[in-house]
């Protein structure tokens, strides 16, 4: 089974690390490789960090935009994508997508409520869902709500051709076993 990871960020950081520990291939993809035209990378799933869109933590939102057509093809294919919130009121931070979401700043904390038994509802086992923090909420998206704080959706997913993509606005890193089942024995697919 594949089970090869790429963390998309600027340098290495301790996510790579929880990735590895559970059993999973972590590759470090800056945001000058992504961008870069003659890059191919061959993984089963890619891993973005809350804060992506924050020109203070990141300048990983310019290469995403211009790697766009290719996140589509790499998830169309069967490529599994997981992003976190973007750290910034952008409401467009997500628009290089390969599905509508528009996003609203509101750092909140509080009571997570999961509206689906779908897989990616994992994603905080362990933690207390009394006690959540998030970087904002997704004001409208064309996917499945998973989890909300009040009425604002937190934790969307949408199949996209053989693919799938989860997007949430949670500070907290995946658990193990959401980690563990959504990566493993996935498709390695070129992005």
């Known amino acids: ?50 804060g992506f869109a924050n020109p203070a933590y990141s300048q990983l939102l310019p290469a995403l935009r211009a790697s766009s057509g290719r996140i589509r ?8 994508l997981v992003v976190f919130g ?46 959540i923090e998030s970087d904002g909420y997704f004001s409208s998206h064309a996917g499945e709500v998973i989890a909300k704080m009040g009425e604002g959706a937190v934790l969307i997913r949408s199949g996209v051709g053989e693919g799938e993509v989860v997007a949430t606005t949670i500070h907290e890193y995946p658990s193990r076993a959401f980690l563990g089942e959504f990566c493993r024995g996935s498709v390695e697919t070129f992005l």
């Open 1 to 50: 089974m594949t089970n090869r990871c790429a963390l998309l960020w600027d340098e290495k950081i301790v996510f790579s690390r929880l990735i590895e520990e559970c059993g999973l291939s972590c590759e470090h993809v800056t945001p000058h490789l992504l961008a870069a035209p003659f890059y191919r990378g061959r993984y089963a799933t890619l891993i973005i960090p809350a």
């Open 86 to 131: 973007p750290g910034i009121d952008r409401p467009d931070a997500y628009d290089w997508l390969p599905f509508d979401v528009t996003y609203r700043h509101l750092h909140q904390r509080g009571g997570l409520e999961c509206v689906s038994s779908h897989l990616c509802a994992s994603l905080f086992a362990g933690y207390d869902p009394a006690s």
């Open 73 to 80: 093809r790499y998830v169309e294919s069967g490529g599994k």
